[in-house]
């Protein structure tokens, strides 16, 4: 079998590994190029939610209570669908603020209250260092198993600690959280090193978990069919297939564990840190939503089949559920596939200490201690020189303190119990800060003292309910006070709190603590009256997505400090050299000269109080922020109004907005249309001046000549006669299309004959068509019924389509067809012509005034005014009628238009 | 670019129906001692709904990604 120091050897290069990777992310990212920058990285980095609690434990809760482990995996994944809304909303407000933890967060919203961010951390510390504890027990009996298996599965015993891998696995986790999670004061930076390295050990572990249940059940057994149905076979094993272990509240259960672990998700600080701390890009949010639920879903497919297999091997013997992944393999003599899963396990539990440990050093330093630093007054603090050396010290301490108290929690109790009822609990700790946090980004009425109490009360529920029963269990607590209550009192018995039974324990405590939290936090809420602070952040938090930098800066502050005292603040906490770097930008960014101010301005004075929040919380840096500069304290009332100026302001500039873009669209309309009138009157006088020039120069020769003899002379007249006609006309089109566009136009309606129209318009016409020698066809049925409208202007309408048809038709071999055609319903009249046709984009603008669609062509300037068709239009439309063009371009063109008929009893009494 | 409120209303309207899915009474239909191609039933159905969610999530969250 494999010796311990193979063992211990293979844990220590697999450590070592991953000081390597964070080694290369740190160096990377010095250099610019940042290896997490992808949202791939982002959702395996997320995956530090599946600790040894997924990797062992799974298996165990599948023995107990078969299907119910899943609910832990089914939450998160519903909650990260929400995930564009809530998540996305989350990382905005804690970009815009600087915030560092999760203490941080909820502090900050409820006006930067040191009080609240305390007792955040307290309760995280508290309920998380047994969840810390938890993965160094997974360590200690993974390893345990794996040098004890020769002699057969021994009981786990107690051993001192200088002999437990778990102690030495756990002093190299403080070494890399102090390393690579405390480079910098600023805790805002990202930790590149430690994301990258996060993000292998959830390859790790999937892999390793994968490659173990594919063993089991492809190797061991013939694939998942064979594997069930053997264990369908086996008395009492098939229990595990439905909720009919869990009793009848089995769906309430498992209702109660989706919400926990969807609060989980949000709420646990590693989660915090990695999914709001650590993120690159906001966008990446869109991509891990679906892959981290894929992620949890793979690692999740093999956990019963484990399950299952573990029960057939081990039938009858005494080995824990929890470890039959590891057990598995190892009892069929595989010593690979054993040292992966081994190294799976501890790497899912490793990636959560580190980051369960960072997070809560940050918390215990920019929230408990610092805060109590400053306010100490022998000590001085706040006049030190350098504090940032401070700020890294106190966090490495946090650090070791954390993992120690985990280690020493793990030494006491942990032995009692299975590794997901810890989890358990830590998780119903941490869901206490659900409605401060959630309600605080979405209801603005949410309070300080709300948050406060309701925190307070959720969290006394939770240990009465939770932790006090452990404690009765250890002995230290008579064992009568769970059985029947204290002082016999039985309904204050802390597993079916004022009689409620049904629940497993944790629901149980979960559905009081959560409830009694809920509506505290409302009520107190509703009864309280916030500071003006308060309501300034609640409206920055609720309303993250409409305030943009700017405004902000020109709400918070008012008051005046020098810009000196400022910096040297910022340098003690910073240092010199991060200072120089960080106000420089923000000077350039402004155009700020820094010899020439020495007050600060509001958006100064923010922009500083936000670098330093970075560094050590909001709270705090508040605090510091308003030790240097003399504030003038803003009532509730002034910050109200400034708020409700800036959303003025912000809603008028949006009307602003859309009334300016309406009336920019009307004006290029109106420039359009300038433009086609400015070219409508050089057609025009074009048109104009051809005929009187020709007028002219006749007249001329008349009175130049008067001895040419008569034949001549007349012929000249005829001339002149014909061009002054073309111009009357030219004139009356321009004065008939201007009535009808005013709406002057007396329409003289009657009954009509179209096929009397279309005879009229040919005859009116033909000599158009004689003089360029052009074939007219006419296509008319026997009768049509009439119809009612203007006579004359519907001979007028289709005068203008035959002389625009004898425009574009060659000389000689010009065609042109009219045909009537009546259906029931309407008359339609196509006029074609073979001439050269209409490109497929003008089929629509040839119908515009002044539009001259030759222009942009060679064929050179068109005859006419560019109304013909236009007036055409305006008749057609005025009868009802429908008018459009078909053509192909070279190959003719034909306008069709339709006319609606007259219902045949109207038609009787007009005609 | 599909506008911001749609694609949240898509991503809620999932989270409902995953939700409904996952909770009594639709889960109850399937926690019955029945196998289907060997497996059993209400793990199949947790599976089933799981993929079809994330396919779901992963299409809602894609759609509209051009010009973000």
Known sequence: MLATETILFVSICYIGILFAIAYYGDKRADAGRSIINSPYVYALSMAVYCTAWTFYGSVGRAVRFGPAFLAIYIGPTLMVTLGWLVLRKILRISRAHRITSIADFIASRYGKSILLGGVVTVIAVLGIVPYISLQLKAISTSFQIFSSHQEGAEPIRRMPFFQDTAFYVAFLLAAFAVLFGTRKPEVTERHEGLVAAIALESIVKLIAFLAAGLFVTYILFDGFGDLFAKAAAHGGMSDLFTFSRNGGDAYMDWTVYIVLSMLAIVLLPRQFQITVIENVDEDHLRKAIWLFPLYMLAINLFVLPVALAGMLHFSGQAVDADTFVLILPLANEQKVLTMLVFIGGMSAATGMVIVETIALSTMICNDLVMPLLLHLQPLKLARRTDLSTWLIAIRHAAIVLVILLGYIYFHLTAEFYTLVSIGLVSFAAVAQFAPALLGGIYWKGGTQKGALWSMAVGFLIWGYTLVLPSLAAAGILPHSFIEEGPWGLSWLKPFSLFGLHGLDRVAHAVVWSLMANTVTYVGVSLFDKPSALEHTQATMFVDVFRFSGETEESLVWRGTAMIPDIKSLLERFLGRDRTEEALGQYAESRNMDWGLTLKADSGFVTHAEKLLAGAIGSASARVMVSSVVKEEPLGVQEVMDILDETRQVITYSRELETVTAGLKAANERLKELDRLKDEFISTVSHELRTPLTSIRSIAEILRDYPETNTIEQREFLEIMINEIHRLSRLINQVLDFQKIESGKMQWQIEPVDLIQVTQAAANATRQLINEKRIRLTLELPQAVPSLSGDRDQLIQAMVNLISNAVKFCPLEQGKINIQLIYDRHQLEVRVSDNGIGIRPEDHYTVFEQFRQITQSTDRGRPQGSGLGLAITKRIIDYHKGRIWVESTLGEGATFHFSLPVLPPIEKLQTG | ?68
């Open chain 2, 1 to 68: 670019m599909k506008s911001g409120g749609v694609r949240n209303k898509r991503f809620a309207y999932l989270f409902l129906l995953g939700v409904l899915a996952f909770n009594y009474p639709l889960l109850s239909l399937f926690d019955v001692p029945l196998m289907i191609m060997g497996i059993p039933l209400l793990y199949a159905y947790i599976f089933f709904v799981w993929v079809l969610l994330i396919v779901l999530v992963g299409l809602t969250a894609k759609s509209g990604s051009q010009g973000m």
